[in-house]
C-alpha cells in the first residue's frame, strides 16, 4: 500500500492550493479516504473524508466553506481544494483510508507541508 501527497508548498492568507494523494496496492474504491493534518507543535486534527462513490463528503468545522475534497477513482487520486488559506491552516497533510468515516485508519502518506505565512 502506497499514499503519496503533493501539492503543498508555502502561500499568503487567502491563496488557495489543491494537494493530491495518489494511491497505490490496494482496491481504493473500496475505502473511505481521508485527510487529516497535523499543526506545528500540535496533536493530529481530521480535516475531511469523502465516501468510495463521492457520494458523501464530510468536513471539519474549521474549514467548512473554504476546503472540498474530492476523488477520481479511475485515477486512484483524492484531491483537497483549499481556498482562503489562514495562518491556522498551516501544518502537515496527510491522507489516509479507513472502511468507514470514523476508523479507524490504516496505511498513512507521507504528508505534505502547507504553510500559510505572508
Known amino acids: 500500500v502506497q499514499l503519496v501527497e503533493s501539492g503543498g508548498g508555502l502561500v499568503q492568507p487567502g491563496g488557495s492550493l489543491r494537494l493530491s494523494c495518489a494511491a497505490s496496492g490496494f482496491t481504493f474504491d473500496d475505502y473511505v479516504m481521508t485527510w487529516v493534518r497535523q499543526a506545528p507543535g500540535k496533536g493530529l486534527e481530521w480535516v475531511s473524508a469523502i465516501s468510495w462513490n463521492s457520494r458523501d463528503t464530510f468536513l471539519a468545522e474549521s474549514v467548512k466553506g473554504r476546503f472540498t475534497i474530492s476523488r477520481d477513482n479511475a485515477k486512484n487520486t483524492l484531491y483537497l481544494q483549499m481556498n482562503s488559506l489562514q495562518s491556522n491552516d498551516t501544518g502537515v497533510y496527510y491522507c489516509?483510508?479507513?472502511?468507514?468515516?470514523?476508523?479507524?485508519?490504516?496505511?498513512w502518506g507521507q504528508g505534505t507541508q502547507v504553510t500559510v505565512s505572508s
Open positions: 489516509t483510508k479507513a472502511m468507514v468515516v470514523a476508523g479507524p485508519y490504516d496505511d
